[in-house]
């Protein structure tokens, strides 16, 4: 057998077996988006009431400042909460988001303000260690499946550099927003001070006259690190459908590229193979021909 | 008589949604009862509670309710608390093992307050599942 023969036919064996590693994980991130998309449907009621909440505390409590809700009169520094994936395999996931907090960085520094990262997810993590930037929270470990009780531990950290003195004076997150299977686009948003979004549209005009248990200092002292957490809950669930979704995307074209592969491999051989055969029969009859020869001039 | 429409949330699901007539839960303040055409009220929930769902013509909804809030206005009352499990989801003896623990560490250190917490959960989850604590 020819060299070049036996070249390809290594190679096609080699992409044949990346491409199933990539069908796998084409599959198995489907799966995964389907189960992602079920747990951000399933924390929809909850957002729903606690943005409901908060917004009827806030329209009567106009007169209460919590230190939650006040811009800071000289904000000096600004954290940043960025939610990367643990793992790689999925295509620009990361690199968008880490250029997008990359572009907020520039922006918040632009107004005076010191950057502080707070990273989710081990490739966010690596990426700011390579830089030996200095980074303020850490977790990974939960990024294709994050629990509330993560959100929690986020949202608990976060909070508490917000509340002491020389700590942070803005909170921004930097995530993926899962809008459909095919389009995920990256979020930047301000979480504190706080800005309360209406998910839906205020149909049921202003809420009634609350009367609260046991005040509405109480209330909101409570209330506002909830809806932080379920802010937090929300872009971590959205990140990991996300993270499924472009994982499945970069798979998909992976293994689309290898079939295509060993597709002009496997023509590229059949030639090689074709032209090696043509060879030898004309070895052959040459062969014969002169052996042919050579007796009739005997003769 | 209106009713109440109720809906029990936390963050990782819902779990149920239905009419009442009458829901008791308890806040910080105390035990409050909530029936139809009951004043607007938002009022925060103590960690390791009990929640009660009156339905007629069937058993009591029972509920351990770890921490949240209870806000009631026109008829409609929600839930949301940070952690929740209906009595009848409650693992009986794991909650009995958990207690136990628990207040086997509160003997061993009077200051310790997760201890407590702890206890406080799992004596509302057996509560919630219908064990006398």
């Known amino acids: 057998m020819g060299a070049q023969l036996r070249l390809l036919r290594r190679r096609i064996r080699s992409v044949k077996s990346t491409a199933k590693i990539t069908r796998a994980q084409e599959l198995i991130a489907s799966s ?49 909460l960025i939610v990367t994936s643990d ?122 006259y609350y009367e609260f248990e046991p005040t509405a200092g109480d209330v909101l002292d409570t209330l506002l690190p909830r809806y932080i957490e379920s802010r937090i809950y929300n872009a971590l669930l959205q990140s990991a459908a996300s993270e499924h979704a472009a994982r499945r995307r970069a798979m998909k074209s992976a293994t689309d590229n290898a079939n295509e592969l060993i597709r002009v491999f496997t023509q590229q051989m059949n030639q090689a193979r074709q032209a090696e055969i043509t060879q ?19 003769e | 008589m209106a009713k109440l429409r109720v809906g029990v949330v936390s963050p990782e699901r819902e ?25 607007p009220v938002l009022g925060v929930l103590v960690e390791g509670g009990v929640l009660r769902v009156k339905r007629d013509g069937g058993a009591d909804l029972v509920a351990a309710v770890h921490g949240g809030f209870i806000s009631v206005a026109n008829n409609d009352v ?12 409650v693992d009986v003896a794991r909650a009995k093992d958990a207690l136990q623990r628990a207040q086997a560490s509160i003997e061993a250190d009077q200051e310790d307050a997760d201890a407590r917490h702890k206890a406080r959960r799992a004596a509302a989850r057996l509560r919630a599942a219908g064990e006398e604590v």
Request: hydrophobic content about 40%; charged content about 25%.
């Open chain 1, 32 to 80: 995964r988006i389907v189960k992602a998309q079920q747990r951000m449907q399933a924390a929809v009621p909850y957002e729903r009431e606690i943005t409901h909440a908060v917004s009827a505390v806030l329209t009567h409590t106009a007169g209460v400042d919590h230190p939650l809700t006040v811009a800071k009169e000289r904000p000096a520094s600004a954290g940043v």
């Open chain 1, 87 to 208: 793992r790689g395999f999925a295509g620009g996931y990361n690199a968008n988001i880490l250029r997008e907090a990359e572009a907020l960085k520039g922006h918040l520094t632009g107004r005076g303000l010191t950057v502080k990262p707070y990273v989710v997810g081990r490739k966010g993590l690596t990426w700011h260690r390579f830089r030996s930037r200095e980074m303020f929270g850490e977790w990974d470990g939960f990024s294709d499946k994050p629990s509330y009780a993560d959100a929690k531990e986020i949202a608990d950290a976060l909070i508490e550099s917000f509340k002491v003195e020389d700590g942070i004076d803005e909170i921004h997150v930097v995530y993926t927003g899962f809008v459909s299977m095919l389009t995920q686009n990256v979020i930047v948003k301000r979480i504190l001070p706080l800005e309360v979004e209406e998910t839906e549209t205020p149909s049921e005009g202003i809420p009634p």
């Open chain 1, 280 to 298: 030898e029969i004309s070895e052959i009859v040459g062969g014969a021909n002169a052996l042919a020869d050579a007796a009739a001039g005997k």
């Open chain 2, 15 to 39: 779990l149920w949604t239905g009419e009442a007539d009458m829901v008791i839960a308890k806040t910080v303040d105390g035990e409050i009862g909530i029936m139809p055409e009951h004043a």
């Open chain 2, 78 to 89: 929600s839930i949301l608390a940070e952690k929740a499990e209906l009595g009848s989801e």
